[in-house]
């Protein structure tokens, strides 16, 4: 039972004033996984270093600190652009904060810097640049410090593609205050970024706590490659409409083209990526976080530290360069612990390109083989006939579920496997004849038209329908010869070469072409997953009849319209104090409400995320759209015709967007 202001029927002696603070000010019933033991830690003055997931509820280890210790939390973060939205959200909730950065002017930080030397600050955020300024250390000087919160912690490792350099001056900290409790929080889980941050933070006495990275409500997919675009817009229309998400593509220019594409066909979608200036990246942000249901399209400059509780889905359309970077971006879906989607398009040409650009890429022989090494654990997600889940964990460290999650695309249709030996040897023995009798190398096209017999334009200039192999292929369609070759190259049996990707044996080939080896592979799956194959996960009421919404799909239909209602009051309320709807109350809250469906405030307060000053300022507003019904959408038809061929993706002269985000 939640104590609620005045309203508790019974006095909670023991409760702690943690506990408290997170049923009065948050409006949560309890704390999740490790958060109590972290915060224990913190309030009674120990340092701590926390790994958790993206969506674990890493803020909540240094705001209650900070609300129950005297004096004002300091939180280090990198995202000037969000600290307003922080700030707002916190303030929603009665907290006292404020921030200071680069985008205030003179008045407005002397505001701020006057408040934190009266007191009257629960929570202060900074810029690491900031920090580091004489004038920003003197000023904490002058003030009383809670505790300080290094967020994003892993910008500290000079091997992430995170780094900031202004995060290795943090390590000041510590001799500063020496005693202030300090708390380092990331998301990014492998042990050697873990240690890295222990060291350069100078935290040899921190307390670890590490969750379980698993994110069981995103449901993980990843589907060959045909017509990337379609395919997303198909996947959007059947299974997210209206829902709101992120879908990362590596060039500028695919990212432009998809934009438009969605937006052609009734998805309202933005682009991001640093090629914006940066009005156009902060306005299109802006309205990812203040509206419901937009489409973001973008590289990988977007995403850290957006705190969307509701993205519903992270869709790739260009393999990730790694399994830490798969696993960050697709984590940004779901954080409310709502069902969502992480779904990801992959074929023959994402290998080639990444191979290729690997090879030509700067950086010396320990980056290559570091870059390869990451290409290689993402390729086996990619091609694993076993849980999608598990694999992942196991890169983390993690023991997975051994009989399956039963919620990735592997454990809902299991893919089957062929004995694939005869078929690599055709391919293999292609590349060979074609170096051997004529000196040449090609790529995986012309490769395949010589397996199917083809008598194209190039086949015929280049006289390859005289080769013996021409034609020994005619058994498998072309979708299965690329299947074979992207599998050959993913092993390592078979390796691209230069500036055209041309195709050229390995090492290991030689036991594939002697016999010495068989190799097994993944057949294409034919019938689709949906998220609706997953309907014994949840609580399956409706959840096979109704189209898209995944933050309804476990509502009863009744429930609907009203859901829908609160979501129209929430944006309401939203455009008018011009704070993103999440800010006023999360999907999962609204989901609760309608459920109890609250006659009077005092119920109301019972509902979680429904914390002391949310009653009193939305009680009201609440109890009065819940009578109010209406939503519906319809889905328009497909206008398109770029369909861009088979496995669309950049072009030679894109160039992939550096890996720095402004
Ligand atoms: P992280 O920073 O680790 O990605 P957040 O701190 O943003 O995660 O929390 C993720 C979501 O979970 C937020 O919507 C937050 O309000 C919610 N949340 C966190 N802790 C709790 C809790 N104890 N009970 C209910 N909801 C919680
Ligand atoms: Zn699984």
Redesign the pocket.
Known sequence: MRGTGGISEMPEVTESEALSTLHRVFGYEAFRGEQDAVIEHVVAGGDAVVLMPTGGGKSLCYQIPALVRPGTGVVVSPLIALMQDQVDALRALGVRAGFMNSTQDFDERRVVEAEFLAGELDLLYLAPERLRLDSTLDLLSRGKIAVFAIDEAHCVSQWGHDFRPDYLALSLLGDRWPDVPRIALTATATHATHREITQRLNMPTARHFVASFDRPNIQ?RIVPKADPKKQLLGFLREEHAGDAGIVYCLSRKSVDTTAEFLSRNGIEAVPYHAGLDSGTRAAHQSRFLREDGLVVVATIAFGMGIDKPDVRFVAHLDLPKSVEGYYQETGRAGRDGLPSTAWMAYGLNDVIQQRKMIQSGEGDEAFRRRAASHLDAMLALCETAQ????QLLAYFGQDPDPV?????D???APPETWDGTVAAQKVLSTVVRLHRERGQKFGAVQIVDILMGRRTAKVIQFDHDQLSVFGIGEELGEGEWRGVVRQLLAQGLLAVEGEYGTLVLTEASGTVLRREREVPLRKEPKKAVTSRSASGSGSGSGRGERKGKAAVVELPEALVPAFEALRAWRAEQAREQGVPAYVIFHDATLREIVTAWPASVRELGGVGGVGEKKLATYGEGVLGALASLGGAEAAPAVTDGDSGGADDWPEMDEEPEPEDWA
């Open positions: 993980y849980c999608r889940r598990g399956g999650c039963g919620n990735c592997t454990c809902l």
